[in-house]
């Protein structure tokens, strides 16, 4: 190693002198190796332009031509996902869409799994917020009969009975699994804080005793209802031509009948009727090992002028080195990471801070992300802190779009809620122009910490006469007593 | 202790599936153009402009593997893999997750039995300073001993957490273990804990002034660069670091033929006994590895693959069937596992592998069969090289593992060409008998039955007699 450095050493006047050629001067003036060479400034690619065509039956249909690999992706969109699920039937909309894959009137699980296969190629559906989709993805030789295989999924689904069952198990194991982590518990409480008994308050993916409720005859009637062609959006990207595109467009899915029917309204909360802000729930678990620490509040819509702002805003506060994680993990040690989340949607959605720790600091937990949303206010990130906290933005938007798979969900996304599809071509810009004051203006009126409600779910005797000096609120409920089907989150007295 | 430990230790196998892989006729295939180019130092540099989103992939191919570990040192390489991500002489402990991470973009590394690639993906405005980064680590290491060891005892965890506590994980380490005599390839990458132990700062330096030079070196750069402008962020920071005039060591030992079958029986704390075969097969260059990665598809991908249609599904014998192509630089093995089902005898498992072995010798696989193989394999590395990233992966592999970056465009064109008969012939050529390692890894449990006899045949009997 010695030598090596020795050696090292006697290179940098070299290196120097090659310095001028390509560095700036204000740079040279500097060793160049002793610290990392700065960024240039950001480069700007041109992503394909999204071309579009609504068939006779109501189908929009979006066309992404990208060429440099042979792959194609499509996915079929329906707009409405869990928001529709009716309250006591939570989960309806994400196993519906989980068992368009499990049978049709012509293939069974097995051979639709086959018929996959052998082209090569991948198909995967299911249901968030807002939407339902299925997607297939394959070689662009294949695309043909893979699209005859994503209409007879999406179109003629049979929800046999043993399929429903096994889908069913499978769902009430996954939630048993989830219902004993402190973390994924206060997630759930934390949506029906956020929105009380509107939509957006239960959980996707059911609760145990609306998994129990939910029949062949719902799921059956609940594709009935959603999965029409005026309801829906095929968006097709990759290595084939826009015109060969609407036609197998057209010839898989332009013989699918529009409904006399009006369209259904989207269930979303039209205005947030959530629970009152400033709730303090505690959910006591006196086996959890750790406390898992939520501040949640409503935050914005996809459509919001502010979009750019708040994810911005968002990207100061989570990351590996955002605001959270370096109070609550790298300065204080007290978690393994902390984050937050702005969950934009075609109604308003939630923003979280969140981070899991001992449960004796679960107050002091609460105290930090509270004080660290307040500071985006009373101290917003200068131009140094600004700037890479946007790259991450950037960063990750970029490598997203580099598969087709990734510029197909971008511009779904876009057409689902109704937005110009070329904001691809906008959003590094757009992420450029938010200044810190921006984010500081951002933080103030739109995530006031005051209207944020705080959930802690964990061993409650370790962190309750903490959180009671700072709170005259607290709600205590023992997970025993945990009903996720009302934003009461407590089981009645006479069902128990 | 980096967040990605658990990523670098998973990466350890993942060269397996990055074989090369085929076109179809009907599918235009992209073709993957690049510039070669090497600096009097002997750094070869890879690069290929895309400009299609703002990113960029680096990577740095070092040709030292787990078969270069130092005599008594196994999991050396790996370890060394780790400490490259301590301090070097201008860059603080993990800084290289910082000059990555904060940016929008990501880094790991990996290390296989015959490379030790490191990589990151940031936004295309950060280059000049992950080249800075990469020549500062190839430059030299500043390491203390704190350091040192500390980054050892994480390691050592990930043996623990990947071959120990994974109830199969021992299974697969065993099976590399077993299969070569010779070949330092019996050595599996994570190495021992008895020789992670005894290795020290010391061995660290001179493990980077023997490996981690120049001319052992090849930079791979994808993404959206301007070529004039990578070659002048190359020559700078490169540029200067010297070739050294000593030699660079190769493995030279051969892995002997096989000439009759070999068994052997193993316990472990898995709940369910597990079978493996192993065949020794040629090095990853030969031309008779794409029909053995056809065969490898036909018996092992998806729920119609043979393995799982014959073994779960029809006969429901085992809960997991699968087959790999692995391959290697030097010498390959031909790998068919199965986990049994509950109640089920290891023979019985044993016997209906070897039947879909004979079937595969005795007809050509189905035209059908053969274009799905083909299909699966393609689309796979057709997803691979949708990204920057997989793109320069698949070209580092071409040029250092392969020896000629051009296959990465010409081994598309030669799996396609692959046919049932090749297939056919391949599984009579190296799937015999006098060719096959067998191990059974059974419960720890079914060895207690037994009053301490070592004979394994033994052993085996009495626990297929305890199960019965």
């Known amino acids: ?496 | 202790m980096p967040r990605n430990n658990l990523v670098r230790v998973t990466l350890i196998a993942t060269l397996f599936l990055l074989l090369p892989s085929g076109l179809m006729s009907q599918t235009r295939m992209p073709q993957l153009r690049f510039t070669d180019r090497t600096l009097p130092n002997g750094l070869r540099i890879l690069s290929a402009p895309d400009h299609s989103s703002p990113t960029v992939a680096i990577q740095v191919w070092y040709h030292v593997g787990s078969k270069d570990d130092p005599q008594n040192r196994s999991g050396f390489a790996h370890l060394f893999e780790h400490i490259m991500f301590k301090s070097t002489k201008n860059m603080k402990s993990e800084m290289m997750d910082r000059l990555t991470e904060d940016v929008g973009g990501f880094n790991n590394a990996f290390t296989a039995d015959d490379v030790t690639v490191y990589f990151e993906v940031v936004p295309s405005n950060y280059l000049e300073t992950l080249i800075w980064a990469e020549a500062d680590r190839l430059s030299g290491l500043n390491v203390d001993d704190a350091n040192f060891k500390s980054e050892r005892d994480v390691v050592k965890e990930e043996y623990r957490q990947s071959v120990l506590a994974p109830p199969y994980g021992r299974f697969e380490y065993l099976l590399q273990q077993k299969s070569f005599l010779q070949h330092p390839y019996k050595r599996p990458t994570i190495g021992s804990i008895e020789d992670l132990d005894a290795a020290s700062l010391k061995d660290v330096q001179d493990f980077h002034t023997t490996y981690y030079r120049p001319d052992n070196a090849t930079l791979v750069v994808v993404g959206d660069f301007e070529p004039k402008q990578l070659d002048a962020w190359v020559d700078k920071y490169f540029g200067p670091i010297p070739r050294p005039d000593r030699a660079l060591p190769r493995v030279q030992i051969k892995e002997p033929a096989r000439s009759a079958e070999t068994r052997v029986t193993e316990y472990g704390h898995n709940d369910l006994p597990a079978v493996g075969l192993t065949y020794l097969t040629p090095r990853q260059a030969d031309p008779d590895s794409d029909a053995l990665r056809v065969a490898d598809a036909i018996l092992s991908a998806g729920e119609s693959s043979r393995l799982y249609h014959a073994l779960v599904y029809e006969q429901q014998l085992a809960a997991e069937a699968g087959a790999n192509a692995e391959s290697r630089e030097d010498a390959s093995l031909f790998v068919l596992t199965a986990v049994l089902s509950e109640g089920k005898k290891p023979e019985d498992v044993e016997r209906s592998l070897l039947a879909e072995v004979k079937k595969m010798q005795e007809a050509p696989v189905s035209a059908t069969e053969l274009e799905k193989a083909k299909n699966q394999i393609i689309t796979d590395q057709l997803r691979q090289r949708e990204t920057s990233n997989g793109k320069a992966l698949a070209l580092g592999e071409a040029a250092v593992l392969l020896g000629d970056p051009a296959r990465v465009n010409t081994d598309l064109e030669r799996l396609q060409r692959v046919t049932a008969a090749d297939v056919q012939r391949v599984a009579k050529k190296y799937l015999t008998d006098a060719n096959r390692l067998v191990l059974y890894y059974l419960p720890e449990a079914a060895k207690k039955v037994n009053n301490g006899s070592p004979d394994g045949d033994d052993l085996l009997e009495r626990a297929r007699r305890a199960g019965k």
Not at chain 1, 232 to 251: C, P, Q, W, Y
Not at chain 1, 413 to 419: D, E, K, Q, T
């Open chain 1, 1 to 496: 190693m010695n030598k090596m450095t020795s050696v090292f050493g006697r290179s940098l006047l070299l290196l120097e002198l090659c310095a001028f050629l390509v560095v700036p001067l204000e740079v040279s003036a500097q060793s160049p190796q002793a610290t990392p060479p700065p960024p240039a400034p950001p480069r700007s690619v041109e992503f394909p332009k999204p071309v579009e065509q609504t068939l006779a039956n109501g189908l929009r249909v979006i066309v992404i031509e990208r060429s440099d690999t042979p792959l194609v992706s499509a996915q079929l969109i329906i707009k409405n996902g869990g928001e529709v699920d009716p309250p006591e039937l939570p989960g309806l909309a994400d196993m519906t869409a989980n068992l368009l894959t499990k049978g049709t009137q012509s293939r069974d699980a097995t051979q639709i799994a086959e018929a996959v296969e052998a082209l090569g190629g991948s198909l995967d559906s299911g249901a968030r917020w807002d939407a339902s989709n299925a997607t297939v993805g394959v070689m662009s030789a294949k695309i043909g009969p893979a699209m005859e295989i994503l209409a007879d999924v999406v179109r003629r689904p049979t929800f046999k009975s043993e399929e429903v069952e096994r889908l069913r198990q499978q769902y009430l194991d996954n939630l048993t699994l989830a219902l004993g982590q402190p973390g994924a518990i206060a997630r759930f409480v934390a949506a029906r804080v956020v929105f009380g008994d509107a939509p957006y308050g239960h959980p996707t993916s059911g609760t145990p005793a609306s998994l129990a409720r939910i029949s062949r005859e719902d799921l059956a009637k609940m594709h009935e209802r959603f999965y029409r062609p005026d309801n829906a959006i095929l968006v097709i990207g990759g290595d084939l031509k826009s015109k060969d595109a609407f036609a197998l467009a057209t010839r898989y899915f332009g013989d699918w009948q529009k409904p006399m029917t009006a369209i259904p309204v989207s269930g979303a909360a039209a205005s947030i009727v959530a629970g009152k802000p400033g709730r303090v729930v505690v959910i006591d678990k006196p086996d959890a090992g750790q406390a898992a620490v939520y501040l949640a509040r409503i935050g914005i819509n996809r459509k919001d002028a502010d979009y750019f702002r708040g994810i911005v805003a968002n990207s100061v506060l989570n990351g590996y080195s955002g605001r959270l994680n370096q109070e609550i993990r790298i300065k204080r040690g007290l978690s393994y990471g902390a984050a937050s989340t702005l969950d934009t949607r075609r109604d308003v959605g939630p923003f979280a801070a969140s981070a899991q720790t001992k449960n004796q600091s679960g107050a002091q937990v609460a105290d930090l992300l509270i004080g660290e949303i307040e500071r985006l206010t009373s101290s917003p990130p200068s131009e140094a802190e600004l700037t890479p906290r946007k790259a991450v933005l950037i960063g990750n938007f970029s490598r997203n779009l580099e598969t087709v798979n990734g510029l197909v969900s971008q511009v779904s996304s876009l057409a689902l809620y109704g937005l110009d599809l070329n904001e691809i071509n906008r959003y590094i810009q757009n992420v450029q122009t938010i200044s810190s004051a921006d984010v500081q203006k951002f933080a103030g009126t739109r995530l006031d910490a005051k209207g944020a409600n705080i959930i802690i779910v964990g061993n409650a005797k370790e962190f309750l006469p903490e959180l009671g000096r700072h709170f005259q609120n607290v709600e205590v409920i023992p997970v025993a007593e945990l009903d996720l089907n009302t934003a009461l989150l407590r089981k009645k007295k006479q069902s128990e």
